[in-house]
């Protein structure tokens, strides 16, 4: 494989082939939830409540105080415990900030991250992209792709058998698909 190339991911020809990984007995979040914290921050359930006025939270941070966002969050991180919130929120900020966003959420670009900005009490979350821009001009939630609707790791498990009349097809790609789009020989 090409050094200078990182449009291609091991992980995802790992995925499509079913070969699993040494994390696997390792409990991991719902790829389901993370894609609904990104649509959140996206603004697409209309719920999304961002900082105001805020120097510290200047441009595009959401506010994971507010209560859709905090139905959200507490399934990443148990906030229920005041003496353990400061801890909590560190716990939720390392691990989805480690997530692989673009797998997760089928988006081939831009390279996608998710930030985590805890401030005394105050918390917020926002997506941008990961290529390099002027500070403050980066692509952050609503500027960036939304989850394509043919994505078919939100339909494998969650569609009902579609009916005859139905011309709805849900088309995921092969391990070949995913092998030549990866540039290996098929």
């Known amino acids: 494989m090409n050094s200078t190339s990182n449009s291609h991911n091991p992980r ?29 921050a996206r603004g697409e359930d209309g719920q999304r409540h961002l900082f105001q006025n805020n120097q510290t939270f200047a441009k595009g941070w959401v506010n994971l105080e507010g209560p859709h966002a905090s139905s959200l969050i507490s399934v990443f991180v148990p906030l229920d415990e005041a003496d353990k ?62 989850i394509p609707a043919d994505d078919c790791s939100d339909n494998i498990h969650d569609q009902p058998e579609a009916d005859s009349d139905s011309t709805q097809k849900i088309s995921c790609p092969t391990a070949e698909d995913v092998l030549r789009k990866a540039g290996m020989p098929s």
């Not at 082939?17 to 649509?39: C, N």
Request: glycine fraction near 6%; aromatic fraction near 6%.
């Open 12 to 40: 995802c020809v790992a995925d499509a082939l079913g070969l699993g990984w040494l994390s696997d007995d390792v409990p991991t979040v719902d790829p389901q939830l993370l894609r609904g914290l990104y649509r959140h």
């Open 85 to 146: 919130v400061k801890q909590a929120r560190r716990m939720a900020q390392t691990n989805l900030e480690s997530q692989p966003w673009n797998d997760i959420l089928s988006i081939d670009s831009p390279p996608i991250v998710c930030k985590i900005k805890i401030h005394g009490t105050k918390w917020g979350l926002r997506f941008q992209s990961a290529e390099p821009a002027m500070r403050g001009r980066e692509p952050i939630n609503e500027d960036l792709p939304p």
